[in-house]
C-alpha cells in the first residue's frame, strides 16, 4: 500500500521512489519491492535490528533519512509505526501527520497534503508540513496495494547505520505463546 502512494507521490514530485528495510531483509523481500516500484531499495542492516528494538530501529531510520535525505516518509500506522512515526520525526525535527488515510501533492508549493480524521472521526483535516523530511503515518488499508511488475528493474543499497548499544532500553527476557 505504502509504495503504491509512494510512487504516486514521488511521480507528482518529478523524482523516483525509494523503499527502507530495516534488518536482513532476504532477496526475495527486495524483488517484491522493486517490482511493486521502488527505484531502489536502501537496506539498514545491523544485529540489534533483528532483536526488533524500536529504539534500535527509530536510530537507524533516522540515519536513513539523514543520509538519503527524502522529500517525504511514509510509515504503515501499525503496532509499530504508531510509536515509529512520532519518534523520528521528534529527532529529525519535523512535524508529522498521523492517520493519514488520503495523501496528495500540491502542485505550487510541492508540499505533502494529508487528509487526516479529527473529532473522533466526525470531520477531516487536511494537514500539511514546512520541513523536509515530511512524515506520515498511513492508516492501514486506505490504499490499494501496489501491483506487482517483475518486469520493473531496480537497486538495493546497503546504508550503513551505527546503533550503540546503549540506545535499546529494553530487552526480551522470554516469549510466551498462549
Sequence with gaps: ELLNVGGTLAK??????????????PANV??????????????????LLEE?????????????CQ???PAIVLIARNE????????????LGV???????????????????ATRPVYGGNAMAVVTMVCNPQIATVR??????AEKNEALQGEVVRVPVEIPAS??????VQKVVE
Excluded: M
Aim: aromatic share 2%; proline share 3%; with cysteine.
Design 12 to 25: 507528482s514530485l518529478g523524482q523516483s521512489l525509494q523503499a527502507v528495510l530495516l534488518g536482513s531483509a
Design 30 to 47: 527486495c524483488a517484491e519491492a522493486i517490482a511493486c516500484g521502488a527505484v531502489r531499495v536502501l537496506l539498514a542492516e545491523h544485529p
Design 52 to 64: 526488533g528494538h524500536l529504539d534500535a530501529r527509530v536510530t537507524a531510520l533516522q540515519q536513513v
Design 67 to 69: 543520509q538519503a535525505k
Design 80 to 91: 509499530v509505526g504508531r510509536e515509529l512515526g512520532p519518534r523520528l520525526a521528534f529527532r
Design 95 to 113: 512535524g508529522l501527520a498521523q492517520d493519514a488515510v488520503a495523501l496528495s501533492v500540491d502542485g505550487g508549493s510541492k508540499r505533502l497534503l
Design 140 to 145: 492501514p488499508k486506505a490504499f490499494a496495494a
Design 167 to 172: 540506545v535499546v532500553k529494553t530487552r526480551v
